[in-house]
């Protein structure tokens, strides 16, 4: 029976992954199980199923090859779920009617644990014109607001969740509201969102020429170009978003571009698609095929890695016949393309193992080396798939072969594509895969550095109870196994340590043989000045990437987590005079004292006949003041419960002392089913979530959290431990929807809970 290699990959493998009945009783009695499981599914399909099933057994035995988490947890379960990851949804067409089609078919895929994208390009600017009802439109804003409380449903109803995507072109007149959307913290926390960038706006922005933001045939305004990739600029380098998306560059590389137009990708930006496209995914564990590790003779194992891709790849081909779908229109898009995106995961242990460098030339020449092989393993595998089953449907020899992918490809490959066709229009793409990665031994994510060597994760026992683990990088773990005590190497390096430039000539490296794209977070010291913040994308652009998504410690999203050089977990701040808030963590709760400051507001719901009062008295620690109860009343008896009942729930935390501002972010988080309402000009999804706005307002105005809302004033918690990387800790952000602890970090486009493992791309 396989040994995991830590307690965390076990936990994460029988949360996630293991097959259970409803009743929680396992059916995969061990991960030998799931793999089973797994390749018996993938099988099926095949004239000679038990040869089948036993060689894909092979290249799932001891984490070679990692199937993406629809895979590896939903086939072989019978379950009406999805195995493709992701797919982009139809264009929305600007129709109330054409919308709200879409939003059904958002809503259904979503239930079957499928991420999306949309292109929000296509609904008409705010402000114009609605023919024969004399209205004005209310934008692609408003409805990207409906489409992120629909998510919100989705989650409420106990489903996987899949991310969204919103993109929206850098020509649309609403593009600058667009990009300051995310500046709101409660506001389309549901989407990712990313701007599609033109090679006419790139050109012109380097020329400092003017720019027309155009809808149909009117030109709404104009502008400099470079002004507003300067806001664009702003925006990602305040609150790490939008990202941005090469949207000329994809389609005239794109290997369909004689059948199909791209608009928009899935939520981490990987695989851009077309209209109802899907893909799934899976990666090739490079960390298990490098033989003779941190001596002078470690490698990668070409001939395995050969062919591990190539019976990685009749896998995910089988995948796209073995999954359901949730619409009819991505099943046919699916078969008549047949796309799939192969990875990597492990590069950076695998780079480290072989003693290079992550961001050094070297390094990225033998990253662009190792992708090069993957690619014609998988090119030419994919020919064998054809010769045996036939080519996508939609294969067009000529056009296909005059792709830019097919075009840098050996003359051999070229041949043999000629000659036989290709099952697979597009093959080879990198994921985001932490949680995989996590359950394959720590792996290092994806083509992403080493986040942290070492680390204490918390993790939720069956009893409520957390325990702390100590995580340790799978290839940190083998060099102190070979080595002992002795050093690391300078070689080492890890996210906090790496310039950002690094990062790119990594990416850029990568990008040349992957058709797809790739889901990859830049991360930047807080402290890089602006104009070396813009000069990351300049770069990405110049280098070649697709699109390029970075992450800088900010008061929205909060701070990436951070090493420290301590290797105890930071102590509760104590109270002190001058600005800073008093956090205090106490078992028992703060007696009362006789009297208490407070202040009552007034608030009218408008579905709502009388108004809601809500009073918030406050108790004083050392000449600081910090919410201590609530009291919510209304005339309106059909409220009088559930305030009642918040009454007590939430003066109950806050006389309990310590960092209560979460209880602001779980009430602004609560939306309503039948709608919200439009307060003051924001959008509210529902009347809990106007009381934490209350509340909210009442902790900032008193002192106890900073900003509107958006961050703590001090960092009582919460670090993450480094073997040999100096840094302090920086405020800890928000908490994990899921587990509720400060341990969110940003890798490859998704927020991920180092904890527990959620991650926003579901």
């Not at 919100?152 to 106990?158: E, L, P």
């Not at 995914?281 to 070409?302: C, H, K, Q, Y």
């Not at 840098?408 to 949680?435: C, F, K």
């Not at 280098?543 to 998504?549: D, M, R």
């Amino acid at each position: 029976m396989t040994r995991f290699a830590a307690p965390i990959a076990e936990q994460v493998w029988d949360m996630k992954y293991r097959f259970k009945d409803a009743d929680g009783t396992p059916v995969d009695r061990s991960v030998e199980d799931s793999w089973r499981r797994i390749a018996r599914a993938l099988a099926a399909v095949e004239d000679d199923k038990d040869t089948w099933e036993d060689r894909f057994y092979g290249a799932l035995e001891d984490f070679k090859f990692l199937p993406a988490g629809r895979i590896t947890a939903g086939a072989g379960t019978a379950r009406r779920v999805t195995l493709f990851n992701c797919f982009v949804m139809g264009t929305v067409p600007d129709s109330m009617g054409g919308i709200f089609d879409m939003l059904k078919e958002a809503a259904l895929t979503m239930q079957q644990g499928g991420g999306i994208g949309y292109d929000f390009s296509t609904i008409r600017p705010k402000g114009a014109d609605v023919k024969g009802v004399a209205a004005d439109a209310s934008g692609p804003l408003s409805f990207m607001d409906v489409w992120d409380a629909m998510c919100r449903t989705i989650m409420s109803a106990g489903s996987r969740r899949g991310a969204m995507m919103a993109t929206m072109r850098c020509d649309h007149p609403d593009i600058e509201q667009f990009i300051a959307a995310k500046s709101d913290p409660a506001r389309l926390r549901m989407f990712n969102m990313s701007v599609l960038i033109t090679d006419p706006f790139m050109a012109a922005v380097k020329a400092d020429g003017p720019w027309e933001l155009t809808f149909g045939d009117k030109v709404y305004h104009t502008l400099q170009a470079r002004d507003l990739w300067n806001t664009i600029m702003q925006a990602t380098y305040d609150y790490a978003e939008p990202g941005v998306i090469f949207i000329d560059r994809i389609n005239q590389a794109n290997n369909l571009a004689y059948c199909e137009t791209i608009a928009a990708t899935n939520p981490c930006g990987e695989q851009p698609l077309p209209p109802y496209g899907a893909c799934l995914l899976g990666s090739v564990n490079l960390s298990r095929l490098v033989s003779d590790p941190f001596t002078e003779n470690a490698a990668l194992d070409i001939a395995a890695l050969d062919d591990l891709v190539r019976m990685a790849i009749r896998m995910m081909d089988n995948t796209v016949d073995a999954s359901g779908f949730p619409l009819e229109a991505q099943r046919r898009e699916a078969e008549a393309k047949r796309r799939i995106g192969l990875g990597v995961t492990g590069l950076a242990d695998a780079l480290l193992m072989t003693g290079l460098r992550y961001g050094s030339d070297e390094a990225a020449a033998q990253t662009e080396a190792w992708l090069r092989a993957i690619a014609r393993a998988s090119y030419l595998a994919s020919v064998d798939l054809a010769k045996e089953k036939g080519a996508f449907p939609l294969f067009d020899k000529d056009a296909y072969l005059a792709s830019g992918t097919m075009q840098q490809m050996d003359e051999d490959v070229r041949e043999a594509v000629a000659e036989h066709g290709i099952r697979n229009a597009l093959l080879t793409s990198i994921a985001p895969t932490g949680t995989i990665s996590l359950y394959a031994g720590n792996v290092s994510s994806g083509i992403e550095p080493v986040f942290a060597y070492e680390y204490t994760r918390k993790v939720l026992q069956k009893d409520g109870s957390r325990t702390e683990e100590k995580v340790v990088d799978y290839a940190v773990k083998m060099w102190k196994d070979l080595k002992g005590d002795a050093p690391l190497p300078d070689y080492f390096v890890n996210a906090q340590t790496l310039a950002p430039l690094e990062h790119v000539k990594m990416q850029a490296a990568a990008q040349k043989w992957i058709d797809s794209s790739i889901s990859k977070t830049i991360n930047c010291p807080e402290d890089i000045g602006f104009d070396d913040f813009k000069e990351v994308y300049m770069a990405a652009w110049d280098q070649g990437c697709k699109g390029c998504t970075t992450y800088r410690p900010n008061d929205v999203t909060g701070s990436v987590l951070s090493v420290s050089d301590s290797k105890e977990e930071a102590k509760p701040a104590m109270p002190q005079e001058g600005g800073e808030v008093v956090y205090m963590e106490m078992a028992d709760p703060l007696d009362r004292p006789q009297a208490l400051e407070g202040n009552t507001y007034k608030l009218k719901w408008p579905d709502s006949e009388h108004a809601i009062y809500i009073t918030i008295n406050d108790i004083v620690i050392s000449g600081h003041r910090r919410p201590f109860e609530v009291f919510i009343n209304s005339k309106n008896m059909e409220h009088y419960a559930w305030t009642v009942a918040l009454t007590r729930m939430i003066s109950a935390v806050f006389r309990r002392g310590g960092d209560v501002s979460f209880v602001v972010e779980e009430l602004k988080a609560v939306f309503d089913p039948r709608g919200g309402a439009w307060i003051k000009g924001k959008y509210i999804p529902s009347m809990l979530a106007a009381i934490g706005g209350v509340i909210e307002r009442h902790m900032i105005e008193t002192g106890f959290i900073a900003g509107e809302g958006l961050g703590l004033k001090t960092d009582p918690t919460a670090s993450v431990v480094g073997l040999n990387a100096g840094g302090t800790s920086h405020n800890r952000g928000k908490a994990c929807p899921s587990c509720g602890q400060y341990t969110l970090q940003m890798v490859e486009g998704c927020m991920t809970c180092t904890s527990c493992g959620h991650s926003k791309c579901g």
